[in-house]
């Protein structure tokens, strides 16, 4: 089936800093990709999708200045959540589709601890 | 309001035991569902679709509309079925999804 890859898996930053997290579809173009969060033993939750040369769609009560997402080529979307704090520690995932409304496939996820 | 909802946050069970994970969800329109599964220490990946009507790896799940329910089901559980599952609503269009809270299934010998 079709990768996507993630890059870093973990990253531990200060507060006040910003990460980047990329996401990657190996071995396919994807015009959408969607970025989610989970908190410990919860479910995901999705906070924005991202559409390849136009801006982010952000979920209701998602800071889109907090969490910027770029997604400046066909198998590149990156999210970088800005002067990030000890709140914003939580497993980042996206997810990309192989086609229009084609399946998803998902990336390992993305650690990410603020101290 | 989409919901989707599982109400057990882990179901243990014997091997070769009948298997029942439950999803509930609320939709107003022609709701198109999901099993995702997540391996111990691997990413999420799609198990089946209510539209294929497909059976993977055993599991069957069937859309109830006057139950509002997906239920997972596998006759006979095997170890190697020891995951996390969760039940996915397909919210609008371009591949939206809601996931459920996930119920872990573990399958002892």
């Known amino acids: 089936g079709a990768v996507v890859s993630q890059h870093p898996s973990w990253v531990i930053c200060k507060s006040g800093t910003s990460v980047k997290i990329e996401c990657r579809s190996l071995?396919?173009?994807?015009?959408?990709m969607f970025w989610y969060r989970q908190f410990p033993k919860q479910s995901l939750m999705l906070m924005a999708t991202s559409n390849e040369g136009s801006k982010a769609t952000y979920e209701q009560g998602v800071e889109k200045d907090k969490f910027l997402i770029n997604h400046a080529s066909l198998t590149l979307s990156t999210l970088t959540v800005t002067s990030a704090h000890p709140e914003d520690s939580s497993f980042y995932i996206c997810s990309a589709e192989t086609s229009n409304e084609g399946e998803l496939f998902f990336g390992e996820g993305s650690r990410l601890t603020v101290l | 309001a989409q919901r989707v909802t599982q109400p057990e946050k882990l179901l243990s069970v014997f091997k070769g035991a009948p298997v029942e994970l439950k999803c509930n969800y609320s939709?107003?329109?022609?709701?198109?569902l999901f099993w995702y599964v997540q391996y111990s220490r691997q990413r999420l990946q799609l198990l089946l679709r209510?539209?294929s009507r497909e059976s993977i790896k055993g599991f069957t799940a069937d859309l109830n509309k006057g139950e509002t329910s997906f239920h997972l089901k596998k006759p006979f559980a095997q170890e190697e079925d020891s995951a996390m599952y969760y039940c996915?609503?397909?919210?609008?269009?371009?591949?939206?999804?809601?996931f459920g809270a996930g119920t872990r299934l573990a399958v002892h010998p």
């Open positions: 939709y107003s329109g022609s709701p198109e």
């Open positions: 996915a609503l397909l919210s609008g269009g371009y591949n939206k999804l809601i």
């Open positions: 209510h539209i």
């Open positions: 071995d396919f173009q994807a015009t959408t």
